[in-house]
């Protein structure tokens, strides 16, 4: 299975998405931010979760709902917490801000939880667990979102996919690191499938009775997102959904309002959870990377299954693609690079490579 | 599926614990610290967690690998964090004070992290972040184990099928919690299939090439447990080695020794760590108990998808459990019936519910 891809450099695509947040009326260093966090993301081959979200928060920023000059701020705080008031900010500048927080108070402490509330979609959480990573701590970032998942016995969405992720420093081996909705796939991955026509495993969506389906097309109209896992998922999610929304002072569950497709001039209110352990105070840095470093030998030299190429670490194929993309440049999927072109219709931006709309 | 079962008030089955574990040397309050977390085990249904396990445990009391005098302390600290030193107590007695120095630590701070090393199985996740719970505090608790679950691409055992608990507390409802194992299930609901001599599905193994397999026979010598979902039990499995096994200054992956079939006169070395978050300094603990009834009564008033009889919230079904077991007594499994007969016979006592052997 294969869609179209359009390969495009890492320079190329940024400077895109910064001419676009510069016309919505960003700062420079928070179109800088929200530019690093979308491109990380497809270079890390999240297409669902990169640029791909431009054309939504370019929607809001003009609509109302996201405010291109809000500043996020501590709103309250103590030794190992704070709570952060995104304003209405780009969910990513909002989220990079909570996380450099997060860090700080770690580093005084050891460990640290920042809430956030008055955030928006904040992209991949992965990107802002490997914050920590860099600055060699264990990061943890989660987010709610408005429901679009059932849990087991109901037939409507009764959470959000609320993402997870979380990065571990390594030594010369590069970070582990995981980034996972608590639904069985993103809804993302779903419309995939529509655009190939093809069924989903009967895992991945319930229709209006509650009933697994097999058919993309229902999906969100008439069919909800399944946990992973069945109660498994379920439970992540409500955690996720405590943290990052009830303790957080943010919306949680339906009063989260949709990025995509509820009126442009709300605020979403989506929340976020950031947790930091500052590694090098509990134990020596250097003793920490070299364990980490054995572990992950130690995994990739398990014996394969059959059929099996390699036993990767959590992270590991990301970072190949990463480090591919740099070289050889992204190749985007058709469908960002539509959503990509609508954006530059939209705001009178042009870039060779977009081509023309199809 | 039923297997038979025994009838059993909560005081007997206390009584018997309490007697072996005085027996093996404990001290009262240790004795009475383990007991409450196996039997509170029990009386969730979790039975595969809970007194089953004292055999283990009395063998390793016995052997030496054990020690009932061993006083856990901090080995660390800092402001939101502390390593803990079980020095090879009973895995409950060192978590319970681990547990408890977290919810100390996050009460000064906000939030804290507590890694425990020198220890051994810890029993059911669940009960130390319902420690938290009760105390008006976010809990997460979470342990390695020597590896019985392979992972996506590999034909052996990676990790232990390392568990994840956390609890929340709410107002007039019951705290949401949610003890789940990393693997699709834990190795003693195989066990239970072999007794039951059924198959089991084919997301629980894999067999010695990493193909999955529907014989439990197979298992543990010959087959591996999956991760739940693939790399997301993976990664989550990753993370609780991390912050259990090395952070923490634990024995990690192969170093665990097996609580059950290693040398019983060695030290397993298991780690664990515990998370705490104080609500109350976070937000109005009222407030947050409130937003937490309303989420829980919320969710449980969704409509039910066919077939359904409700809803549930994470750790409700438990709960249910629990109310039932403390009015009418607790069902043991038979398997849990002639572990603990198994103990009695070992150590001379006698208890008329245990009946004979059968």
Known sequence: MELQTTLVSVSDLEALVMAALGKCGLSEADARTTTDVLVSTDAFGVFTHGTKALRGYVRRLRGGGLKADARPEIASEGPAWAIVDGHSAVGMVTSVFAMNAAITKAKATGMAYVGVRNSCHF?????????????????????NDIPSMAVPGARQPVLGTNPFAYAVPAGQEDPIFLDIASSAVAGGKVRIYQALNQKVP??????????????????????????????????????????AGVLSGAAARWGVKSWIDDDPSW??????AFLVIDVGQITPIQLFRERVDAMIREIRATPKAKGAERVYLPGEMEWQRRREARTKGIALPAD??????????DLGLTAAWLGDRT
Chains 1, 2 share one sequence.
């Open 202 to 243: 009967d895992t991945w969506l319930v229709d209006q009775e509650g009933l697994p389906t097999t058919d993309p097309w229902l999906y969100p109209q008439s069919a909800s997102l399944m946990p992973f896992a069945g109660h498994k998922g379920y439970g992540i999610a409500m955690m996720i959904e405590t943290l």
């Open 267 to 272: 605020a979403t209110q989506h929340g976020a």
């Open 123 to 143: 992209g991949a959480a992965g990107y802002y667990a490997l914050m920590a990573a860099k600055a060699g701590m264990i990061g943890m970032a989660m987010a």
């Open 336 to 345: 960002v690079v539509d959503s990509l072109r609508g954006v530059a219709e």
